[in-house]
């Protein structure tokens, strides 16, 4: 069966810290993997990887994919309160135009 | 501004009534999404279309339908038969086959009553 395990489920740290998220994944004919970030409402789009071992990055989060070990890790650096949300992972299959998510790392971030 | 809107963001049912949430986009994107989001889970895809006129069930689908008859929108509805229906509902569109992930509504919460 295709899944999408994170952790952790949940995670607090203290402004300033270094948090690293966690996605692994099983999956038949993997396509790509998606990083969400989910705050109140609508998940807003951080990261598309669909090559191995080639860092993503905008501002203080990073992201990389590692093809072979089937997992994905998320990077947030320097902390602050408003990354606290819920943080999903996503894996695309090619030809089933549908994501499976995982169940999400809770991040809140203390002041 | 292009985007998705979703309505109404809350909505409440009695048991045994049939409710349709609206999911609305004006991105051009042909293939539209209905998630499903509960507490300590992931979301679970119940329906997607690709084209007007045409949609696909997804991993739970039991419960709930659809219809595709215009490309912006992909209304779903929670039919009496849906045994626990109380959650959060988001619909999201994509550009062909979501080669660049998808755009997410803000969402409609529905509880039973």
């Known amino acids: 069966e295709d899944k999408v395990v994170q952790s952790p489920l949940s995670l607090v740290v203290h402004e300033g810290d270094t948090v690293t998220l966690n996605c692994s994944y099983e999956?038949?004919?993997?396509?790509?993997l998606l990083w969400y970030k989910q705050e109140k409402k609508a998940p807003t789009f951080l990261f598309m990887l669909t090559s191995s071992g080639i860092e993503k990055k905008s501002g203080r989060l990073s992201s990389i994919l590692d093809k072979k070990e089937l997992f994905s890790i998320l990077n947030i650096t320097a902390t602050q309160t408003g990354d606290s949300a819920i943080y999903l992972c996503?894996?695309?299959?090619?030809?089933?135009?549908?994501?499976?998510f995982g169940t999400g790392t809770r991040l809140k971030v203390l002041a | 501004d292009g985007g998705i809107t979703q309505s109404p963001k809350y909505l409440f049912r009695k048991e045994g009534q049939n409710v349709t949430l609206s999911c609305e986009q004006n991105?051009?994107?042909?293939?539209m999404y209905w998630y499903r989001q509960d507490p300590g889970q992931g979301l679970r895809l119940i329906y997607y279309?690709?084209?007007?006129?045409?949609?696909q069930k997804g991993d739970i689908a039991e419960g709930y339908s659809v219809s595709r008859e215009k490309k912006e929108s992909f209304p779903l509805t929670v039919t009496s038969a849906q045994k626990n229906p109380t959650a959060f509902y988001l619909c999201?569109?994509?550009?062909?086959?979501?080669?660049?992930?998808?755009?997410f509504g803000s969402g409609t919460r529905l509880t039973v009553v």
């Open positions: 999956v038949t004919n993997f396509r790509s």
């Open positions: 996503a894996a695309d299959f090619s030809g089933t135009y549908k994501y499976i």
């Open positions: 279309s690709q084209i007007v006129n045409d949609f």
């Open positions: 991105l051009n994107h042909d293939a």
């Open positions: 999201a569109s994509s550009v062909d086959r979501g080669d660049y992930g998808y755009t």
